[in-house]
């Protein structure tokens, strides 16, 4: 045995290093896949129903829609890894004054203009008929928890692919 150890010790060391290697690298787990473009969203017309994608920066809900009422917003999906399409949590739309605050705020301050934003915020479920609530109200943290797929995929924010 020594011999063996004395004659292939240092080759047999290497290969089970390499070995090691490639398992922790095969292994490990995989970064969250992102779902589409973030610097996009999609938008619908709550009297049309019609869908649409736009540019997030320069598109702040409510916007002009076919009647020519401020009735477009954006529409919150969520995704699993596992599901193919897509799912519609709620709809978004700002007050009229974090909207013009937001207007007035620095070239690209995001984090500025998020925080803007976050204080006029209003969310509603799809459904026909549903309310629009203020996403502070405790009535709108029922859309805000977004539950995981049924065999545990994290559903994350989706987006959809540049038009």
């Given at each position: 045995m020594r011999s063996f150890i004395n004659k292939f010790g240092v080759p047999l060391a290497v290969v089970l290093i390499v070995f090691a290697l490639i398992f922790a690298i095969v292994s490990r787990p995989k970064p969250a896949e992102q779902f589409g473009d973030p610097t996009f969203a999609w938008y619908v017309d709550e009297d049309t129903g019609e869908e649409s994608i736009r540019p997030i920066a320069e598109n702040i809900p409510p916007l002009t829609g076919s009647g020519g009422k401020d009735t477009v917003v954006q529409v919150y999906k969520c995704k699993a890894e596992n599901e193919k399409e897509p799912i519609t949590y709620y709809w978004v739309k700002y007050s009229d004054a974090a909207k013009k605050q937001a207007a007035a705020s620095p070239d690209q301050d995001y984090a500025l203009i998020e925080d803007i934003l976050s204080h006029g915020k209003f969310i509603r479920s799809p459904e026909p008929g549903s309310k629009w609530?203020?996403?502070?109200?405790?009535?709108?943290?029922?859309?805000?928890?977004?539950?995981?797929?049924s065999t545990g995929f994290p559903r994350r924010q989706a987006f959809p692919k540049k038009p």
């Open positions: 609530f203020s996403a502070r109200d405790p009535r709108a943290e029922g859309l805000l928890s977004i539950p995981e797929h």
